[in-house]
Protein backbone atom coordinates (compact mmCIF):
# COMPACT_ATOMS: atom_id res chain seq x y z
CA UNK A 1 0.00 0.00 0.00
CA UNK A 2 1.95 3.31 -1.31
CA UNK A 3 5.04 1.69 -1.13
CA UNK A 4 4.43 0.85 2.84
CA UNK A 5 4.78 -2.43 3.75
CA UNK A 6 1.52 -3.76 5.74
CA UNK A 7 2.12 -4.40 9.72
CA UNK A 8 6.38 -3.89 8.66
CA UNK A 9 7.48 -4.73 12.35
CA UNK A 10 4.94 -7.60 13.09
CA UNK A 11 5.87 -9.67 9.96
CA UNK A 12 9.94 -8.75 9.80
CA UNK A 13 9.98 -9.73 13.77
CA UNK A 14 8.60 -12.76 13.02
CA UNK A 15 11.35 -13.84 10.44
CA UNK A 16 13.90 -12.62 12.34
CA UNK A 17 12.55 -14.70 15.46
CA UNK A 18 12.45 -17.96 12.97
CA UNK A 19 15.70 -17.33 11.80
CA UNK A 20 17.21 -17.36 15.05
CA UNK A 21 15.52 -20.58 16.06
CA UNK A 22 16.90 -22.54 13.05
CA UNK A 23 20.38 -20.97 13.71
CA UNK A 24 20.01 -18.55 10.81
CA UNK A 25 22.24 -15.10 10.75
CA UNK A 26 20.95 -12.82 8.09
CA UNK A 27 23.82 -10.90 8.01
CA UNK A 28 21.72 -7.78 7.76
CA UNK A 29 19.95 -5.49 10.49
CA UNK A 30 15.94 -5.27 10.37
CA UNK A 31 15.83 -1.87 9.42
CA UNK A 32 18.40 -2.74 6.65
CA UNK A 33 15.92 -5.43 5.47
CA UNK A 34 13.43 -3.42 5.16
CA UNK A 35 14.96 -1.00 3.24
CA UNK A 36 15.79 -3.39 0.55
CA UNK A 37 12.00 -4.21 0.05
CA UNK A 38 11.65 -0.50 -0.33
CA UNK A 39 14.16 -0.41 -2.98
CA UNK A 40 12.70 -3.42 -4.23
CA UNK A 41 9.58 -1.44 -4.61
CA UNK A 42 11.08 1.56 -6.10
CA UNK A 43 12.99 -0.24 -8.97
CA UNK A 44 9.70 -2.01 -9.83
CA UNK A 45 7.49 1.05 -9.90
CA UNK A 46 5.10 -0.11 -7.82
CA UNK A 47 4.44 2.74 -5.02
CA UNK A 48 1.13 3.66 -6.82
CA UNK A 49 -0.12 0.04 -6.93
CA UNK A 50 -2.66 -0.45 -4.70
CA UNK A 51 -2.43 -4.63 -4.97
CA UNK A 52 1.41 -5.43 -4.20
CA UNK A 53 2.00 -8.86 -2.82
CA UNK A 54 5.50 -9.18 -1.07
CA UNK A 55 7.17 -12.62 -1.18
CA UNK A 56 10.29 -12.68 0.94
CA UNK A 57 12.35 -15.65 0.97
CA UNK A 58 15.64 -16.62 2.93
CA UNK A 59 17.42 -19.53 2.30
CA UNK A 60 21.12 -20.60 4.09
CA UNK A 61 22.45 -19.87 0.75
CA UNK A 62 26.02 -21.24 -1.05
CA UNK A 63 27.00 -24.62 0.04
CA UNK A 64 30.50 -26.64 -0.96
CA UNK A 65 28.58 -29.21 -1.34
CA UNK A 66 24.84 -30.46 -1.11
CA UNK A 67 24.15 -31.60 2.20
CA UNK A 68 22.16 -30.08 4.93
CA UNK A 69 24.81 -29.40 7.63
CA UNK A 70 24.75 -25.64 8.17
CA UNK A 71 28.55 -25.63 8.48
CA UNK A 72 28.86 -26.23 5.19
CA UNK A 73 27.60 -23.21 4.05
CA UNK A 74 29.51 -20.56 2.67
CA UNK A 75 28.62 -16.63 3.08
CA UNK A 76 25.59 -14.80 4.19
CA UNK A 77 22.60 -16.42 3.32
CA UNK A 78 20.48 -15.63 0.32
CA UNK A 79 17.69 -13.18 0.45
CA UNK A 80 14.83 -12.86 -2.29
CA UNK A 81 12.69 -10.09 -2.74
CA UNK A 82 9.81 -11.06 -5.10
CA UNK A 83 6.98 -7.75 -5.50
CA UNK A 84 3.53 -9.19 -7.31
CA UNK A 85 0.53 -7.50 -8.26
CA UNK A 86 -1.97 -9.37 -6.83
CA UNK A 87 -5.49 -9.24 -5.82
CA UNK A 88 -8.10 -10.99 -4.33
CA UNK A 89 -10.73 -11.75 -6.98
CA UNK A 90 -13.80 -9.73 -5.64
CA UNK A 91 -15.83 -12.97 -6.60
CA UNK A 92 -14.07 -14.76 -3.63
CA UNK A 93 -14.71 -12.23 -1.30
CA UNK A 94 -18.81 -12.01 -2.21
CA UNK A 95 -19.13 -16.19 -2.33
CA UNK A 96 -17.00 -16.71 0.52
CA UNK A 97 -15.16 -19.93 1.51
CA UNK A 98 -15.78 -23.45 1.66
CA UNK A 99 -14.03 -25.89 3.57
CA UNK A 100 -13.56 -29.75 4.42
CA UNK A 101 -11.67 -31.30 7.44
CA UNK A 102 -8.04 -32.87 5.95
CA UNK A 103 -6.63 -36.03 7.38
CA UNK A 104 -3.53 -33.96 7.87
CA UNK A 105 -2.75 -33.05 11.70
CA UNK A 106 -0.81 -29.99 13.07
CA UNK A 107 2.01 -31.42 14.91
CA UNK A 108 3.37 -29.99 17.72
CA UNK A 109 6.41 -27.99 18.51
CA UNK A 110 8.82 -30.27 19.74
CA UNK A 111 8.40 -32.40 16.22
CA UNK A 112 8.59 -29.02 13.62
CA UNK A 113 7.62 -25.85 15.58
CA UNK A 114 4.54 -24.85 13.15
CA UNK A 115 5.55 -20.97 13.91
CA UNK A 116 8.00 -21.12 11.42
CA UNK A 117 6.96 -19.74 8.30
CA UNK A 118 9.38 -21.68 6.07
CA UNK A 119 9.28 -22.69 2.59
CA UNK A 120 9.44 -26.45 2.87
CA UNK A 121 6.13 -26.49 4.18
CA UNK A 122 5.39 -30.14 3.50
CA UNK A 123 2.53 -30.36 6.00
CA UNK A 124 0.68 -27.46 4.67
CA UNK A 125 1.55 -28.93 1.10
CA UNK A 126 -0.38 -31.85 1.81
CA UNK A 127 -3.48 -30.23 3.56
CA UNK A 128 -3.79 -28.00 0.25
CA UNK A 129 -3.48 -31.14 -2.03
CA UNK A 130 -6.12 -32.69 0.05
CA UNK A 131 -8.84 -29.79 -0.25
CA UNK A 132 -8.23 -30.05 -3.80
CA UNK A 133 -9.35 -33.47 -4.03
CA UNK A 134 -12.04 -32.85 -1.76
CA UNK A 135 -12.58 -29.63 -4.38
CA UNK A 136 -12.80 -27.13 -1.86
CA UNK A 137 -10.96 -23.73 -1.62
CA UNK A 138 -9.23 -24.63 2.10
CA UNK A 139 -8.61 -27.40 4.36
CA UNK A 140 -9.76 -27.23 8.26
CA UNK A 141 -6.91 -28.61 10.26
CA UNK A 142 -7.01 -30.53 13.48
CA UNK A 143 -4.00 -30.60 16.39
CA UNK A 144 -3.37 -34.20 17.34
CA UNK A 145 -6.11 -34.02 20.07
CA UNK A 146 -8.76 -33.51 17.61
CA UNK A 147 -9.42 -29.85 18.08
CA UNK A 148 -10.24 -27.51 15.34
CA UNK A 149 -6.61 -25.72 14.38
CA UNK A 150 -6.24 -23.89 11.14
CA UNK A 151 -6.19 -24.15 7.40
CA UNK A 152 -3.61 -25.04 5.28
CA UNK A 153 -2.75 -21.25 4.32
CA UNK A 154 -5.06 -19.31 6.21
CA UNK A 155 -6.20 -19.03 10.15
CA UNK A 156 -9.45 -20.02 10.85
CA UNK A 157 -11.95 -17.93 13.29
CA UNK A 158 -15.56 -18.83 13.97
CA UNK A 159 -18.59 -16.62 15.47
CA UNK A 160 -20.84 -18.27 18.09
CA UNK A 161 -23.44 -15.92 19.27
CA UNK A 162 -21.42 -12.14 20.06
CA UNK A 163 -18.32 -13.90 20.35
CA UNK A 164 -14.77 -14.26 18.13
CA UNK A 165 -13.78 -17.76 18.73
CA UNK A 166 -10.12 -18.40 17.74
CA UNK A 167 -8.47 -21.67 18.08
CA UNK A 168 -5.18 -21.33 20.85
CA UNK A 169 -2.31 -20.48 19.08
CA UNK A 170 0.08 -23.85 19.58
CA UNK A 171 0.60 -26.21 16.77
CA UNK A 172 -0.22 -23.01 13.50
CA UNK A 173 0.95 -20.54 11.99
CA UNK A 174 1.74 -17.31 13.87
CA UNK A 175 -0.62 -14.85 11.39
CA UNK A 176 -0.47 -11.41 11.57
CA UNK A 177 -3.52 -10.97 10.47
CA UNK A 178 -4.73 -13.46 12.73
CA UNK A 179 -3.39 -11.44 15.98
CA UNK A 180 -4.10 -8.19 14.13
CA UNK A 181 -7.99 -9.25 13.72
CA UNK A 182 -7.82 -10.03 17.36
CA UNK A 183 -6.66 -6.41 18.39
CA UNK A 184 -8.78 -4.67 16.29
CA UNK A 185 -12.34 -7.06 17.98
CA UNK A 186 -10.81 -6.51 21.52
CA UNK A 187 -10.13 -2.42 20.65
CA UNK A 188 -13.32 -2.14 19.25
CA UNK A 189 -15.59 -4.07 22.01
CA UNK A 190 -15.68 -7.58 20.31
CA UNK A 191 -15.27 -10.49 22.76
CA UNK A 192 -12.56 -12.69 21.84
CA UNK A 193 -11.72 -16.18 23.02
CA UNK A 194 -8.81 -18.47 21.94
CA UNK A 195 -9.86 -21.37 23.06
CA UNK A 196 -9.79 -25.23 22.35
CA UNK A 197 -12.91 -26.16 20.69
CA UNK A 198 -14.28 -29.03 18.07
CA UNK A 199 -15.54 -29.66 14.20
CA UNK A 200 -19.12 -29.90 16.44
CA UNK A 201 -19.18 -26.02 17.78
CA UNK A 202 -17.72 -25.28 14.05
CA UNK A 203 -20.53 -26.54 12.49
CA UNK A 204 -22.71 -25.05 14.62
CA UNK A 205 -21.37 -21.85 14.44
CA UNK A 206 -23.42 -19.08 13.27
CA UNK A 207 -20.55 -16.64 11.55
CA UNK A 208 -16.77 -18.16 10.51
CA UNK A 209 -14.22 -16.41 8.56
CA UNK A 210 -10.47 -16.96 7.66
CA UNK A 211 -7.84 -14.82 7.92
CA UNK A 212 -4.61 -14.06 5.95
CA UNK A 213 -2.01 -11.05 4.67
CA UNK A 214 -3.35 -11.88 1.05
CA UNK A 215 -7.04 -12.24 1.97
CA UNK A 216 -7.51 -10.33 5.49
CA UNK A 217 -10.85 -12.09 6.40
CA UNK A 218 -12.73 -13.55 4.19
CA UNK A 219 -16.06 -15.34 5.35
CA UNK A 220 -16.77 -19.24 5.33
CA UNK A 221 -19.52 -20.61 3.75
CA UNK A 222 -19.16 -24.12 4.47
CA UNK A 223 -17.53 -26.74 6.67
CA UNK A 224 -17.40 -31.21 5.76
CA UNK A 225 -20.32 -29.71 3.51
CA UNK A 226 -22.66 -27.91 7.02
CA UNK A 227 -23.54 -24.56 6.13
CA UNK A 228 -22.22 -22.11 8.67
CA UNK A 229 -25.22 -20.22 9.93
CA UNK A 230 -27.52 -18.79 6.66
CA UNK A 231 -24.45 -19.62 4.51
CA UNK A 232 -23.31 -15.60 3.69
CA UNK A 233 -21.17 -13.41 4.94
CA UNK A 234 -22.22 -12.47 9.15
CA UNK A 235 -23.15 -8.80 10.64
CA UNK A 236 -19.84 -9.09 13.20
CA UNK A 237 -17.54 -10.50 10.00
CA UNK A 238 -18.66 -7.42 8.06
CA UNK A 239 -18.24 -5.20 11.05
CA UNK A 240 -14.49 -6.56 11.79
CA UNK A 241 -13.68 -6.57 8.16
CA UNK A 242 -14.43 -2.81 8.28
CA UNK A 243 -12.97 -1.89 11.71
CA UNK A 244 -9.64 -3.62 10.06
CA UNK A 245 -9.94 -2.35 6.26
CA UNK A 246 -9.48 1.49 8.92
CA UNK A 247 -6.61 -0.32 10.98
CA UNK A 248 -4.82 -1.21 7.73
CA UNK A 249 -5.12 2.41 6.46
CA UNK A 250 -3.92 3.91 9.15
CA UNK A 251 -0.74 1.66 9.29
CA UNK A 252 0.08 2.32 5.53
CA UNK A 253 -0.67 6.31 6.22
CA UNK A 254 3.00 6.35 8.10
CA UNK A 255 5.72 7.54 5.91
CA UNK A 256 8.87 5.14 5.78
CA UNK A 257 10.98 6.47 7.88
CA UNK A 258 8.02 6.41 10.68
CA UNK A 259 7.92 2.57 10.25
CA UNK A 260 11.81 2.03 10.00
CA UNK A 261 11.89 4.02 13.21
CA UNK A 262 9.26 1.86 14.91
CA UNK A 263 11.09 -1.28 14.06
CA UNK A 264 14.68 0.02 14.95
CA UNK A 265 12.82 1.80 18.35
CA UNK A 266 13.58 0.01 21.87
CA UNK A 267 10.63 -0.92 23.49
CA UNK A 268 8.22 1.23 25.27
CA UNK A 269 8.10 0.32 28.68
CA UNK A 270 6.76 3.93 30.26
CA UNK A 271 3.42 2.27 31.29
CA UNK A 272 5.22 -0.08 33.78
CA UNK A 273 7.18 3.15 35.20
CA UNK A 274 10.37 1.55 33.19
CA UNK A 275 12.03 4.47 31.25
CA UNK A 276 15.29 3.93 29.13
CA UNK A 277 17.94 6.18 28.24
CA UNK A 278 20.32 6.35 25.24
Known amino acids: NKGRVQFAKEHINRLFQAAKAIFMDLGITKTGLLTLVHDTLDANDMNDEPHVHIRLVVSRGVK??????????????????????????????TRGLRLATTWVRRGPPDVKDEQWNHISKATDVQACISANVMHVDEALMLDLRGFVKTCNSVNFFIIRGDEVWAPTKDNQMQGITRQKT??????????????????TEVYGADEAFCTGTF???????????????????????????????????????RSREEILADISAPRDLTHLGIYTTS
Not at 222 to 247: H, M, P, W
Request: charged share 25%; hydrophobic share 35%; net charge positive.
Open 64 to 93: STPYQNPNVNIGLPLIVIIPEIKAVSPSVK
Open 182 to 199: IDVCRANGIVVKELDFSL
Open 215 to 253: PSQIHVTEVDGRKIGDGNCGAITKKIQKLYSEFVRKDVE
